[in-house]
């Protein structure tokens, strides 16, 4: 997670300018001996680019990196916020959930942290604002959109350098600041998240758990949750739905999602409250309101439903007719 002393590298250098770090030490007011470690990690991580000037001198940048284009956007928006002061990792995880209205208790949840330690976070947002509504549930206001993107890069980010430096294909298709979904293209990458602790195959290839096996033409995807109700946690089957609809939403994927959610009697109320964490609430509306009534789909469904007879036929391949 990017730190404040790492946020103050990047606040100092949005502008486009190129610094040293003798510069950075005046205008952050960090040491140069802790500046060191801070360039090193952004460089590690991609955020920053440096040159080498006389005696070895070296001279950084702000890399085309999404986290540094992101930053860049926010502060040419709302540059009259001190961000270094106001941002700390807690309060960016804090803000990837404050894109609409929600209760602390729900965000804490999630955070695997205290009511109190939430609060925390998003005490240097009262009193400026930045709050909308401000209790007992909140947002960031609407002009804080920039925030919201900068928050979510950086989760992004985190979660992608992790993924690849396990398995270099990896690719984030979803995340929050504590969980991510991710899909590979290499055997050996599926190898390596396999055989890794804190990650779990799910989507399409999970279906064998509720005998359903159908041909996978890729590799599978794989979902990182550490902690998140202890290590040995089973995904449950509305989280291998909205897994395998936010890898692939084509019209494959969406019946073989309907049909794992029929052969199981999926339970409605666990499927919608699963299916808001992903933004997939209309998807799974549309397909619960499908299975219901079993008509033929609607043409403004926001994905590609089965016709009814397209459907039958899948069941009784599996045995479910």
């Given at each position: 997670m990017l730190t404040r002393a790492g946020l103050a590298v990047l606040d100092a250098?949005?502008?486009?300018?190129?610094?040293?770090?003798?510069?950075?030490?005046?205008?952050?007011?960090?040491?140069?001996?802790?500046?060191?470690?801070?360039l090193d990690d952004l460089l590690d991580i991609g955020l920053l680019a440096e040159c080498r000037e006389a005696n070895n001198r070296r001279r950084v940048r702000l890399a085309a990196h999404p986290v540094a284009e992101a930053y860049r956007a926010l502060r040419l928006k709302m540059g009259h916020f001190e961000w270094p002061e106001l941002l700390s990792p807690s309060t960016l995880r804090v803000c990837w959930y404050l894109d609409e209205p929600r209760r602390i208790a729900t965000v804490a949840e999630r955070l695997g942290v205290t009511r109190q330690a939430a609060y925390e976070a998003i005490a240097p947002f009262k009193g400026r604002a930045m709050l909308s509504p401000d209790?007992?549930?909140?947002?960031?206001?609407?002009?804080?959109?920039?925030l919201s993107s900068f928050a979510r890069a950086v989760v992004r980010h985190e979660h992608l350098s992790r993924a690849r430096s396990l398995a270099p294909s990896a690719t984030v298709e979803w995340c929050d600041p504590r969980r991510a979904l991710v899909t590979v293209q290499t055997a050996a990458d599926t190898d390596a998240l396999t055989g890794a602790p804190d990650w779990q195959v799910t989507g399409l290839a999970r279906f064998t758990d509720y005998d359903l096996q159908f041909f996978?033409?890729?590799?599978?995807?794989?979902?990182?949750?550490?902690?998140?109700?202890g290590p040995d946690r089973s995904l449950t089957p509305?989280?291998?739905?909205?897994?395998?609809?936010?890898?692939?939403?084509g019209s494959r994927r969406v019946s073989y999602a309907m049909l794992l959610i029929e052969a199981i009697e999926l339970d409605r109320t666990a499927l919608t409250e699963t299916a808001q964490w992903y933004g997939l609430d209309a998807a799974v509306a549309a397909m619960a309101q499908w299975l219901d009534t079993a008509s033929d789909p609607p043409e403004s469904s926001p994905v590609p439903l089965?016709?009814?007879?397209?459907?039958?036929?899948?069941?009784?391949?599996?045995?479910?007719?």
């Open positions: 250098l949005a502008v486009g300018r190129e610094a040293t770090v003798d510069d950075l030490a005046a205008s952050t007011e960090y040491s140069r001996a802790h500046l060191y470690d801070v209790g007992p549930e909140y947002a960031l206001r609407e002009g804080l959109a920039p996978l033409g890729d590799e599978p995807a794989f979902w990182y949750a550490p902690d998140d109700d509305a989280e291998v739905v909205a897994h395998t609809l936010c890898v692939d939403s089965p016709s009814e007879t397209a459907f039958e036929s899948l069941e009784a391949q599996y045995g479910l007719a």
